[in-house]
């Protein structure tokens, strides 16, 4: 069965659609990342003359940080790809369930940079690997089917 195709269809606005689905769902995506993290901050905050550049620093402040602070942290990473991917794939007209894949792989990588650069927990760096894949994948699972 062939779909009839419209000759009067432009398809570069799918592609500006997609562009601009991806563009608010990563907007969607570090918004509930930056919320999680301001409410860690509330469980943990830096002390006076914290500097967030030094990495010793950083380093020895994550390793005091409570189990509830890290969670929230944690939590954040894997609403926020999720909450992007959902948002994204709402937006695009089209691949709407790889939507939450490109969200998701953007904050893989962003979270590998991160966690290879400062200390975490073990059971926070094994959560992080495995959740926030499964969370691209659940956001991809709530995806409407594309528009013709």
């Known amino acids: 069965m062939t779909v009839p195709v419209n000759p009067n269809r432009n398809p570069r606005p799918s592609l500006a659609r997609s562009f601009f689905a991806l563009l608010a769902g990563l907007i969607v995506a570090v918004t509930v990342v930056s919320i999680c993290d301001l409410a860690a901050g509330t469980l943990h905050p830096v002390p006076e003359g914290f500097d967030l550049l030094d990495a010793e620093q950083v380093g020895a402040h994550l390793s005091s940080a409570p189990a509830s602070a890290m969670l929230v942290v944690l939590l954040g990473w894997l609403l926020g790809p999720f909450a992007g991917g959902v948002v994204a794939s709402r937006v695009a007209a089209r691949r709407r369930r790889q939507c939450p894949w490109v969200i998701a792989s953007v904050f893989m990588a962003f ?38």
């Open 111 to 148: 979270i590998i940079v991160n966690l290879g650069s400062i200390p975490h927990p073990a059971w926070m760096v094994v959560a992080a690997l495995l959740g926030v894949p499964a969370s691209g994948w659940f956001a991809g699972r709530l995806a409407p089917p594309d528009e013709v």
